[in-house]
T-cell receptor, first 110, second 114 residues
Framework: GEDVEQSLFLSVREGDSSVINCTYT??????LYWYKQEPGAGLQLLTY?????DMKQDQRLTVLLNKKDKHLSLRIADTQTGDSAIYFC??????????FGTGTRLQVFP | EAGVAQSPRYKIIEKRQSVAFWCNPI?????LYWYQQILGQGPKLLIQ????????DSQLPKDRFSAERLKGVDSTLKIQPAKLEDSAVYLC????????????FGPGTRLTVT
């Protein structure tokens, strides 16, 4: 079945690194995504990783994928107050249908 | 490039009333999605259109929810009659074919059913 789980809340100090974790159950997922949702706004795609990759880096963002454990993480380096938002991981088997996790609320304090 | 537009942004209705939401996707995007996001949860797909045809409506409560995309552009989502548990944010998203799953989301319509 399809199920994506995340921890609910993460609090970090400005300048530190944030690591947001996600577990999924469908081993046939082809792509995994990280979306960001700011208050009152829709979701915005941050980055994605193909299932045959272990790592992807994009500026301050690093995505790690452990396919054996079905574990995905998003590391944000030098976290800023503007990074405060809810972060959703999502999986897809084809590129059309996304299954979203429950979301992790990241709070960055000065 | 204009983003996905949705209206209204907020709606408050009483249970058993009807409500309709409107979405205008990004120009040229063939695929349109409606999601329901209940407070504290991730978005759940209700229905997916490819042009004006339905690709997936397996999660749509068809006894009360309906959606259409008549000319393959704008779409409306209707609830009739509404229940208390329909209180949620309704998100519309669109994507172009072969877009590696990048869906562009509108700001959503927050529905409160009292």
């Amino acid at each position: 079945g399809e199920d994506v789980e995340q921890s609910l809340f993460l609090s970090v100090r400005e300048g530190d690194s944030s690591v947001i974790n996600c577990t999924y159950t469908d081993s046939s997922s082809t792509y995994l995504y990280w979306y960001k949702q700011e208050p009152g706004a829709g979701l915005q795609l941050l980055t994605y990783i193909f299932s045959n990759m272990d790592m992807k880096q994009d500026q301050r963002l690093t995505v790690l994928l452990n396919k054996k454990d079905k574990h995905l993480s998003l590391r944000i380096a030098d976290t800023q107050t503007g990074d405060s938002a809810i972060y959703f991981c999502a999986e897809s088997i084809n590129t059309d249908k996304l299954i979203f996790g429950t979301g992790t609320r990241l709070q960055v304090f000065p | 490039e204009a983003g996905v537009a949705q209206s209204p942004r907020y709606k408050i209705i009483e249970k058993r009333q009807s409500v309709a939401f409107w979405c205008n996707p990004i120009s040229g995007h063939a695929t349109l999605y409606w999601y329901q996001q209940i407070l504290g949860q991730g978005p759940k797909l209700l229905i997916q259109f490819q042009n004006n045809g339905v690709v997936d409506d397996s999660q749509l409560p068809k006894d009360r929810f309906s959606a259409e995309r008549l000319k393959g552009v704008d779409s409306t989502l209707k609830i009739q009659p509404a229940k208390l548990e329909d209180s949620a944010v309704y998100l519309c998203a669109s994507s172009s074919q072969g877009a590696l799953g990048e869906q562009y989301f509108g700001p959503g319509t927050r529905l409160t059913v009292t």
